[in-house]
Each structure stands twice: as structure tokens, then as C-alpha cells.
């Protein structure tokens, strides 16, 4: 369904997460307080499409609960949120938006798939963890959150579908699925959900 052209290796989990879980947990909730703000600057940005503005106002207040979610997790486990960290992937990513001399649909197009892109590969990362966790709590933590993942990243897609009429989602879509897969490539080897 993800369509991803290089999946996460389970030892990931392994080598890198299971010893780590304050680590993953404190990238993963800045990672749900980054999707909010995302949402919120689709809205900025793009305020004339009425059924965008209500789907990302949904999706801002989703993922703040995530957030919440993430964050009880963190407490429960006796740990502190720590700092932000910088997410290489996800900054790597946004080089492939197609900047200015573009058309207003053009941009749209470009951001929606690339928060579709980080959802699909968000999504994936939650299932191998999942899968491959010891901590029986946090693999159905991440089952539930990965189903999350799979609703935002199709909702993201049908939007382009929808609202960029006239242009080829589909072929964008398969350079931003080969862009990524080079990108990810270099990563998987930390306590990043997208490390």
C-alpha cells in the first residue's frame, strides 16, 4: 500500500531503538507537535480550499493528542521530554518541494505529498516497531499509531488527487517515492523515528 522503495530493517529496532526509548520517545513527540504545525501551515498557506482547512484543522488537533499520548508515555516510563531534535530526513526531504516560480496549485501539490511522504514512511517505522519491540505496552502503542499514520497518508494523497486537478500527482508521486528511497537509504541507524 506504502509503496516505499527501501523498508526499515527490523534490527533498527533492535540495535538501535530498544536500548534507547527515551531517546525515540522525546524525537517522537516533536515529531507529532511538528505534523500540528504543519497542518496549521497548510491552512496559512492555502486558505481558499475549504475542504483542506477543515481536514488539516482535524489533523492539528490529532496530532496534539498524539502528542499528549507520546508525552504520558515518556512520564509513565519515569523520563523527562527532552530537547528537540534536528531531523535530517525529514530536512532532506523538503529540498525536493519544487520552490518558487511555481504555481500556487503546483506548491500545494508538492507539500501535500511530501507530508504524505513523511506519513508513509512514519507509518512503516511504527510497524516495525511494532513488530520488533520487546516492550509489550509500546507495540501496541505503535500498532495503534501506525494505523493513524496509514489514514493521514492516504487523506494527504486523495487531497492532491483532489485539489490538483490538471497536474500528474501520480508521476510526482513516483519521483518523490525515488527521492525518498535514495534519502532514507543513509539513515537506520538512530533513535529517530526517522533515523
Not at 523520563?79 to 520552490?99: A, H, P, Q
Amino acid at each position: 500500500m506504502l509503496r516505499l522503495k527501501m523498508k526499515t530493517d527490523p534490527k533498527w529496532v533492535n540495535n538501535v531503538v530498544s536500548g534507547n526509548i527515551e531517546e525515540i520517545l522525546t524525537d517522537h513527540a516533536y515529531c507529532e507537535q511538528k505534523a500540528a504545525s504543519s497542518a496549521i501551515s497548510l491552512i496559512v498557506q492555502f486558505p481558499e480550499h475549504e475542504e483542506l482547512v477543515s481536514n488539516m484543522a482535524d489533523l492539528a488537533q490529532e496530532e496534539m493528542g498524539h502528542f499528549r499520548m507520546v508525552h504520558r508515555e515518556i512520564q509513565k516510563r519515569g523520563y523527562t521530554l527532552g530537547r528537540e531534535r534536528k531531523d535530517s530526513y525529514v530536512n532532506e526531504l523538503m529540498k525536493f518541494i519544487k520552490g518558487k516560480g511555481r504555481g500556487r496549485t503546483e506548491m500545494l501539490m508538492d507539500k501535500l505529498l511530501f507530508a504524505a511522504m513523511i506519513e508513509a514512511r512514519s507509518c512503516e517505522r511504527f510497524k516495525v516497531l511494532s513488530e520488533n519491540i520487546d516492550d509489550e505496552g509500546l507495540a501496541e502503542f505503535y500498532h495503534k499509531l501506525m494505523i493513524s499514520e496509514a489514514r493521514h497518508y492516504t487523506m494527504f494523497l486523495g487531497l492532491a488527487r483532489k485539489l490538483c486537478e490538471g497536474l500528474d500527482v501520480e508521476a510526482r508521486w513516483e519521483e518523490f517515492l525515488e527521492y525518498e528511497g535514495e534519502v532514507i537509504s543513509r539513515y537506520g541507524n538512530k533513535e529517530h523515528v526517522h533515523g
